[in-house]
């Protein structure tokens, strides 16, 4: 089989991190079977849908790296599509036109409610006759389009994950597959594209399973073949209720913006309801689409767990080229303020050297930012527990005095040099390098964590050391 698989999602909003699960999902069932990956942007919501939200989900997309082969195609240029096939069905008698109110039918919907009954259409403009059709014309109403749905009898739905799924037809009324302005209905349109884009697989989210048997009933009296259907489970929030926006970040773009990476993101989402053969939770892209398959797919929720995408984007951070995480890092530094935009080329091997000092500490590009300050502003605070537990011993000004002394002589002036400056220090006055070595870290970052001491001297350089040691030595004396 020739796999074609599509995404094809709304642009009334950005693109939701369960969203973005659905397209990878597609995308890796493509990319295992050397299949065709197509985007096509259901936008016939035309209040609710916007540029904006197309030109987003488009660049999150890209952004994640899954790239389509096909597309995007808009439903909002295919309407002579869907007209001639909602035709075609009202010509066999396998569709007829309804002349109801909004206003009529949610009056139906109240009393059937009241009366213990299922708020379903009553079949009332089923069997018009003509003379009925044109006295309701003159009326001036404008008929929608509904589907004769088998009040008797079953739709089944062959699910590659959840197996067969029958629904009793005596459930489903007449649905409506063009409405009264001419624009088809999710439910049309949808199997209409499908079948004229050859999709073979409709690999989507749980909650479309109750669309699908209306589907096909729409594909059968098309007379198109069926595609094989597959319904990936829900992501759910750890309290397992719908994932919103009181459980954090939702949509990738938001992701982007906090400073995760794609690799990241595609790795966790991968596992969202996928098993991989074995256990291990970092997967290469390329081990993913190797070991992908829809029959490792979990009925089951899955659970989000935003900590668990977080450590994975650390391990990310800290693995992936330098260059790479650098070049995504600059933005953020110039998001503070930390570096000019556009960026030197003479300033970017600074630069790069300060990002492969702090990756290993941090678990986003935002932190990359925020553990990078000092290397870029000057020392205006002291964390104040590294106050107490240093700056505040007796002595601690007098023996920064002396390492300020020691490293005014040093050359050059780097990691080695440094360190040797303070082992010597510490050996001649008879005392642990950590009473050095800890005040130093606190009084040239304001910090007592972060990279390596003498990694931090090199990259303040000697000028910039000193000064911070008198700036420190002096607020030490004034304040003890």
């Known amino acids: 089989m020739n796999v074609r698989v599509r995404f094809a999602p709304s642009p009334t909003g950005s693109l939701h991190i369960g969203g973005a699960r659905t397209a990878l999902f597609n995308w890796l069932f493509a990319r295992k079977h050397g299949g065709t990956f ?125 197996g067969e799924v029958v629904f009793d037809n005596s459930t489903l009324d007449d649905f409506i597959i063009v409405k009264s302005n001419g624009i088809p209905t999710y439910n049309f349109a949808t199997v209409i594209d499908d079948h004229d884009l050859g999709i073979t697989h409709v690999i989507r989210a749980e909650e479309h399973l109750s669309n699908t048997p209306k589907q096909i009933l729409v ?107 650098t070049r995504l890092a600059i933005p953020f530094l110039q998001a503070k303020g930390f570096v000019p935009e556009p960026l030197p080329e003479d300033s970017y091997p600074h630069v790069r050297a300060v990002v492969a000092a702090v990756r290993d500490r941090v678990k986003t590009l935002s932190e990359v930012a925020d553990a990078a300050s000092y290397f870029f502003t000057n020392i205006t605070e002291y964390e104040e527990k590294g106050v107490r537990k240093f700056f505040a011993i007796p002595g601690t000004a007098d023996l ?45 970052s304001g910090r007592t964590m972060g990279p390596g001491l003498f990694d931090i001297l090199e990259l303040l350089g000697k000028d910039k050391v000193l000064a911070r040691l008198d700036q420190a030595i002096e607020w030490i004396r004034r304040n003890f």
């Open 219 to 325: 594909a059968q009296a098309l007379g198109y073949e069926l595609p094989l259907y597959a319904h990936v489970p829900m992501i759910l929030a750890p309290d397992r209720t719908k994932l919103s926006k009181r459980h954090g970040a939702t949509s990738v773009e938001e992701y982007r913006e906090a400073g995760y990476l794609p690799e990241a993101i595609i790795n966790y989402l991968a596992l969202l309801g996928w098993s991989p053969e074995g256990d291990e939770e970092i997967l290469p892209l390329e081990e993913i689409i190797r070991q992908f398959s829809l029959e490792r797919v979990s009925k089951n929720a899955a659970i989000y767990d935003n900590k668990k995408l977080t450590w994975i984007n650390g391990h990310y951070l800290r693995t992936l080229d330098l260059d790479k995480v």
């Open 400 to 444: 920064l005095e002396q390492a300020k002394e020691r490293l005014k002589n040093v050359e050059p002036f780097n990691k080695e040099t440094t360190e040797k400056a303070y082992r010597d220090l510490a050996a001649e006055l008879g005392i642990p390098a950590g009473q050095l070595i800890h005040p130093t870290r606190l009084a040239v």
């Open 38 to 162: 197509i985007l096509r942007i259901d936008d016939t919501d035309l209040e609710r849908s916007s540029e904006e939200s197309y030109r987003e989900i488009l660049n999150s997309l890209k952004w994640l790296g899954l790239e389509w082969d096909e597309g995007p195609y808009l439903q909002s240029e295919r309407l002579d599509l869907y007209r001639k096939a909602a035709e075609s069905l009202l010509a066999e008698d396998k569709a007829y036109l309804c002349y109801c109110t909004p206003e009529e039918l949610a009056a139906r919907r109240r009393q059937a409610q009241a009366e213990g009954r299922a708020p379903a259409y009553d079949g009332r403009c089923r069997n018009l006759t003509p003379q009925e059709r044109c006295r309701l014309e003159d009326e001036g109403r404008r008929p929608t389009i509904r589907l004769k749905v088998p009040d008797k009898g079953t739709t089944v739905v062959k699910d590659v994950i959840r």
